[in-house]
């Protein structure tokens, strides 16, 4: 079965930054776009980054662009985001999630299966 | 971007009512339109994709249609299971986006 297993979320300081990992298994890793989706508590999903299979396409929210970068190692079925000068607004738990369907493209795509989250706050 | 606005935010029902929420988008998105449930300190899970196609393990009470621009998500008869907060996404184009969620409540 499908599972992804997020990991590296914890308190820091404004301005520092985060890795955060997502363990995938249950599935060819390396024939499906992946995505990072957050939730601040109590507030809704904000989608934040995509990484096509092959990790050559990748698409960022306004609002992490130039700050966060996500990245893929096939070898090790495993998603990574690289969260960097980070902000007390950036305090959410994160999800990763995949593509439902295999594609070239990263695009008209669903998800499906997600993570259980992991809390990232940044606080001083 | 497009904003994807759901309606109501929050609704009241009881048990073995029919219940629909609405999902309209800023622009034509296709059917490129999910629906997600999501429990207090849960992940959300996948309903719908392609507007109207049931994820699979997803009982047939839930269904969705539209396209366009207005979709709804309904639940034929209410269970206790169902009372959770639901979420349209669009996937027709980057960014996705998110409606802001409707909260299903016991009355």
């Known amino acids: 079965q499908v599972q992804l297993v997020e990991s590296g979320g914890g308190v820091v300081q404004p301005g520092r930054s985060l890795r955060l990992s997502c363990s995938a298994s249950?599935?060819?890793?390396?024939?499906?776009?992946m995505h990072w989706v957050r939730q601040a508590p109590g507030k809704g999903l904000e989608w934040v980054a995509v990484?096509?299979?092959?990790?050559?396409?990748?698409y960022y929210a306004d609002s992490v662009k130039g700050r966060f970068t996500i990245s893929r190692d096939n070898s090790k079925n495993t998603l990574y985001l690289q969260m960097d000068s980070l902000r007390a607004e950036d305090t959410a738990f994160y999800y990763c999630?995949?593509?439902?369907?295999?594609?070239?493209?990263?695009?008209?795509?669903?998800?499906?299966?997600w993570g259980q989250g992991t809390l990232v706050t940044v606080s001083s | 971007d497009i904003q994807m606005t759901q309606s109501p935010s929050s609704l009241s029902a009881s048990v073995g009512d029919r219940v629909t929420i609405t999902c309209r988008a800023s622009?034509?998105?296709?059917?490129?339109l999910a629906w997600f449930q999501q429990k207090p300190g849960k992940a959300p899970k996948s309903l719908i994709y392609?507007?109207?196609s049931l994820q699979s393990g997803v009982p047939s009470k839930f269904s969705g249609s539209g396209s366009g621009t207005d979709f709804t998500l309904t639940i034929s008869s209410l269970q206790p299971e169902d009372f959770a907060t639901y979420y349209c996404?669009?996937?027709?184009?980057?960014?996705?986006?998110f409606g802001g969620g409707t909260t299903v409540e016991i009355k």
């Open positions: 996404q669009q996937y027709d184009s980057y960014p996705l986006t």
């Open positions: 392609g507007a109207s």
């Open positions: 249950g599935f060819t890793f390396n024939s499906y776009g």
């Open positions: 622009r034509p998105i296709s059917d490129y």
């Open positions: 990484i096509s299979y092959d990790g050559s396409n990748k």
């Open positions: 999630t995949k593509d439902q369907f295999r594609s070239i493209v990263v695009v008209e795509v669903p998800l499906d299966y």
